[in-house]
């Protein structure tokens, strides 16, 4: 699939890492560094402009790393960049640990995937099919 991106960034178009990787790493397109104090947030903009097909959404999701590490993930994960959006990706970071963060340009603070989606329509009924599961919800199949 070809996708059109403006790369108004002084850093490389994203890429995809390893041949198996689902994602592509964002970079942060910083003026100067920004500090996260801890349990705050701030956009982190990419200076990555796309154009997605319809029927396609970009999802951002956090770095495994930054959040294992560092407590640093993605607010809205996975957040969705829409077919028809044309503004500069930006990336909602929070600060959930202890310590304060600094988020400099280049640093990799999200990674993307490009997914498929289906719109549907609903059909209003009064009864569902049956299954084993039934209504049981959280932690009802086990831990």
Same mark, same amino acid.
């Not at 041949?19 to 994602?23: C, E, L, M, P, T």
């Not at 701030?42 to 951002?60: D, H, M, N, R, S």
């Not at 503004?87 to 930006?90: C, N, P, V």
């Given at each position: 699939m070809i996708i059109k991106i403006i790369n108004k960034s002084k850093h490389q178009t994203p890429s995809y890492e390893t041949?198996?990787?689902?994602?592509m790493d964002l970079r942060a397109n910083l003026s100067q560094s920004i500090l996260l104090k801890p349990l705050e947030?701030?956009?982190?903009?990419? *200076?990555?402009? $796309? +154009?997605?097909?319809?029927?396609?959404?970009?999802?951002?999701?956090?770095?495994?790393?930054?959040?294992?590490?560092?407590?640093?993930?993605?607010?809205?994960a996975p957040g969705t960049?829409?077919?028809d959006y044309r503004?500069?990706?930006?990336v909602i970071?929070?600060?959930?640990?202890?310590?304060e963060f600094t988020i400099n340009d *280049?640093?990799? $603070? +999200?990674?993307m995937i490009i997914a498929r989606f289906e719109h549907i329509k609903w059909q209003e009924v009064t009864v569902l099919d049956d299954t084993s599961?039934?209504?049981?919800?959280?932690?009802?199949?086990g831990v």
């Open positions: 041949s198996a990787s689902a994602g947030r701030a956009i982190i903009k990419t *200076g990555l402009f $796309i +154009a997605l097909p319809v029927g396609y959404e970009a999802q951002i999701r956090p770095r495994s790393g930054l959040a294992a590490k560092n407590g640093i993930t993605v607010l809205n960049i829409d077919a503004g500069e990706i930006g970071l929070v600060n959930l640990s202890n310590d *280049g640093d990799r $603070i +999200a990674q599961r039934g209504s049981g919800g959280f932690g009802s199949t």
